[in-house]
């Protein structure tokens, strides 16, 4: 059972655009959404994480939308380069964390130059 | 400071052996969570430790083991390979005092032939 949806499987943006990556959950006992980022043969890199408290978090480039009615969240790329052509997984888990990290299938991404 | 390290980076075994994954985490973080990732999916939660106890289990058969040690560093022990153990594993230390950021290790990719 897949706790956590993600979409596109794959997505190409032109430089200078903005990459969007969607997630949508069922479990409502979840409290904490981070996304990661992983290169080829590399672990994954928290790139930003928001609570179901607020509706939107930015940090540079990335801005994490949440809406919590209707149980998603999205993650947003602006002004996409090269070197953010990476695998991107959206996550959630509850209670803190005893549970583990409930993973997204991920999002193939490439910039093209 | 230096990340969580994983040993050892790559390792090839047969159907049938035993393997043995180690982890130390980040100084300072007394938390430590193991995921196996299967190539193009996202990481699935195994086991999470903290202080030396077992806080969460995901769903993974009893052929998967793990403890970790006074220091804080961890053991992912694997009996009875079979080829679907095939795999990234990857380590994740947190300090839960400080919420539940997980951060990742490089992983050690297995091979099971």
């Known amino acids: 059972q897949q706790q956590v949806k993600q979409s596109p499987q794959s997505l190409i943006v032109q430089k200078g655009g903005i990459s969007i990556i969607n997630c949508a959950y069922e479990?409502?006992?979840?409290?904490?959404f981070p996304w990661y980022q992983q290169f080829p043969g590399k672990g994954p890199a928290l790139l930003i994480a928001?609570?179901?408290?607020?509706s939107e978090k930015k940090e540079g480039r990335f801005t994490i939308s949440f809406n919590k009615s209707a149980k998603q969240f999205s993650l947003h790329i602006m002004d996409s380069q090269p070197g953010d052509s990476a695998t991107y997984f959206c996550?959630?888990?509850?209670?803190?964390?005893?549970?583990?990290?409930?993973f997204g299938k991920g999002t193939h991404l490439i910039i093209q130059p | 400071d230096a990340g969580v390290t994983q040993s050892p980076t790559h390792l090839i075994k047969t159907r049938g052996q035993h393997v043995t994954l180690r982890c130390s985490p980040i100084?300072?973080?007394?938390?430590v969570s193991w995921y196996q990732q299967v190539l193009g999916q996202g990481p699935q939660f195994i086991f999470q430790?903290?202080?030396?106890?077992?806080?969460g289990r995901g769903n993974f058969p009893d052929r998967f083991s793990a403890r970790q040690f006074p220091n804080y560093s961890s053991e992912l022990n694997v009996n009875a390979l079979l080829l679907g153990d095939s795999a990234l594993y990857l380590c994740?230390?947190?300090?839960?005092?400080?919420?539940?950021?997980?951060?990742f290790g490089p992983g050690t990719r297995l091979l099971v032939l």
């Open positions: 994740a230390s947190s300090d839960l005092r400080a919420g539940e950021t997980q951060y």
């Open positions: 479990n409502t006992a979840f409290d904490y």
């Open positions: 928001i609570r179901p408290d607020v």
């Open positions: 996550a959630a888990n509850s209670g803190g964390g005893a549970d583990g990290l409930t």
């Open positions: 100084s300072g973080h007394k938390s």
């Open positions: 430790y903290y202080e030396k106890e077992e806080r």
